[in-house]
């Protein structure tokens, strides 16, 4: 897998605006989600075994921000993806119509469809946000742009093992399609994944199960180092 290339400076208004109209087609502003603003001391689920392979079902759930996802079989719910790819399941979530444009612009709804036994770290449109200002205008509308470093960022969130809750943390450590890796500590009711910045993400909804993955909302971009 290559590394993420350089980012080049470009301008901001083209690929920023095309981001932002695509998500808006897509029905409006997702719901707020406040990410953790504290979290219990890191430890290993003790009454909680990884399941079989890392498929769960859709009681298995976890998250402060699962309420905030389609309930009762309503499209995009828990029970409903649980059927379908995961790409598919993204694009039913309300809370990742970024992630979907982004998907889409670099050609990867396809290719994590047809993945066999995958982990997905998703992040939510406002973890989006967060990347454009920590990167900067410039640098993220290159991100945007560049078809390759879009999918090199995107690689980094899925991991080619199909892990659930209690797997990941006793794994600790993780290896991404990408090539990099991410480390992941258990944390009350959420869990802490780490990139290879040293940025640290939060799960806002995991172990939400789709036909070849299992599903992990974060709360941000997560990033390999630049070479």
Sequence with gaps: MRKIQRLRPASVAGAVAVLAVAVAACGGPAP????????APASAPTSVSAAPGGVT???????????????????????????????????????????????RKGALIDTLNQQ?????????????????QNLGADRFNAVLADQNTLGDVLKYHVVAKRYDRAGLVAAGTVT???????????????????DNTGVTSHVLCGNIPTANATLFIIDQVMQPKNP
């Design 176 to 194: 991404t399609l990408q090539g990099g890796s991410v480390r992941i500590k258990d944390a009350g009711d959420t869990m802490e994944i780490t």
């Design 32 to 39: 707020t989600v406040a990410a953790p603003t504290s979290t």
């Design 116 to 132: 066999k036994e995958i982990t997905v770290f998703a992040p939510y449109d406002r973890g989006f946000e967060n990347f454009q």
């Design 57 to 103: 079902q859709p009681g298995d759930v976890f998250g402060p921000a699962c309420n905030q996802l389609p309930q009762d079989g309503q499209p995009g719910s828990a029970v409903r993806v649980a059927s379908v790819p995961v790409a598919t399941a993204i694009e039913a979530n309300p809370l990742l119509r970024t992630l979907t444009t982004a998907l």
